[in-house]
């Protein structure tokens, strides 16, 4: 069977639940690779994923023996199928931070299940850890960014938009193997940086802006996310205490990241030294990357997590002086065993264009 | 108040519901104006709408006094506060549809509410009738995308790739005042038109080719979308039957839809025709168009809506040759008291490009 899919199987087991309904298309392309629209249902003995015409040929001719996997066109299954196909499970899994209140009680009805249970994420939580293809998707993406970036402070001139910019960005990325953006681009100058969720508005680059450049790639499904804050011109004193103060949080983070980090830990470390500093940390230090540009684990205060070998993380610290300007670093990061590999590489000392 | 809450209001004291959480954004954006994270509570005498920092102050400046709306930040919201908030409801209404069962037991335990209700599409019915203002975003909309589609024919030559015209599209409506597109582009040409909903690809534009172009644009966050299918150098004579048939069905459910039209009767009619001629409606014939580019209402088999004056909906039969070609062509339509308006108004007879 389809490792992934024996790996779930496993962990759904231990939890003695007999049967799954997955239908988040991102967990669904995951597990059997597969993007298309339709329901894939673990039952007690069998994998059957159900679409419709549009998609059937496609699906038939990507899947193999060896995932073992039945196929089934929607309009060939009776109300009878689907009572049946959990007839022998006491706990049938469901996705509850993916599936709506409706569906819910249409999954109830539709399949006759005993006991709908919540699995808490059971499968994003699989998809913390990479495998091999996984990283290789991961480390192609930043690649891209890495050179987009690179092309980026040849392109970017006082009097384009930021709007301008972030076009460019996205056109780089379909002109050089990456399928698309991983995220809207943030293109953030002058005061517009003191926003960490900045649009890219016609606001036009100047002399003595310092710009936030946060963006990233798809590749094969894959994403990438680097930020980078670089200045026009010259750099204005002021940012400079806390550019560096961003810079050594940002480098400290990649010190203290490896198999066994507790990212609570993580987060706090950087957020004491940003308060002995009288500044903040808005917004979490980093987050996992994969198939989602955002997902587990989360490095926050929130929850306490564990970073663990083949997770890819960001590691992305930043301070905000309210109608004044931001600054914010960012990479991509592989754990290792003993310690980790940022897979963006792009330069992250002072950089004027 | 705020008429399109004054609205709801009504409808829902109509319903003996009280008071109502709101957390889809468009749904947020349709009643109050605001594109943010936040939720709208309409609780029994007041609009509440609580959202973080990050947009206090663009949100408090859009909303006037006349808008009835209080605004608070979250973090100055206590657990009592939320346990208050819908003291006095028995029923609370919530969208069933667009709530996780995650969040579902969240909102129980969160609010304490007696009786946390389904409200069937409450604001999604109320959406599918367009004001003057959400008239006049639609038409301006269709009027850029009618440009798109002349300035394509200039654009469009053989040996440029399906992907290289839908950029195009995308930069065209950036530059030409529209926000971004109102769904992925279709460029389809060749064999690749046989699929209704194909992706752009590297295929070359070659001389014979037919083309789907199905695409549209968002102004003030209000969307278009228009199909043409042209010909690159000449009409193949296999395919002229076909297109004859679908523009018949495409013009003379434009003379059927009026306030009052029945659309499953609407879908049957064109259907039959095909079935006459052998072939297939492999979709529905149409949907609202407004905030979403797909709304209520649907025309199709699965449920039968009433069309109203003032709904804006669309108007796409499409018959597909498998392994051969495929004809689509569809307009954005306003429903008038009388009979109806395209507001897509390109030239749907052949095209040689």
Known sequence: MNPRLQCLRNKLKAQNIEGMIISNPVNIKYLIGIEAEGILLLTRKENIYITDSRYIEMVQSTLTITDEIIVNDVKNITGEDYQNFFCFCENVGFEEDYVTYSKYKEYMHKYRINNLMETEQIIEKQRTIKDKEEIDNVRKACEITDKCFKYLL????????????????????????????????????????????????????????????????????????????????YVKEEIKEIYNLVLKNQKQTLEEMYDGANTKILFKMVENDFKIHKHELPHALGHGVGLDVHEEPSIGLRKENILREHMIVTDEPGIYIPGKFGVRIEDTVLITKSGCEPLTKSYKGYIII
């Open 154 to 233: 040849d392109f970017i001139k006082i009097g384009m938009t930021e709007k301008e910019i972030a076009y460019e960005i996205q056109r780089y990325f379909i002109a050089n193997g990456a399928s698309g953006l991983a995220f809207d681009s943030i293109v953030a100058s002058g005061v517009n940086s003191s926003m960490p969720h900045a649009v890219p508005t016609d606001k036009i680059i100047e002399n003595g802006d310092i710009i936030t450049l946060d963006f990233g790639c798809k590749y094969n499904g894959y994403c990438s996310d680097m930020t980078r804050t670089i200045f026009v011109g």
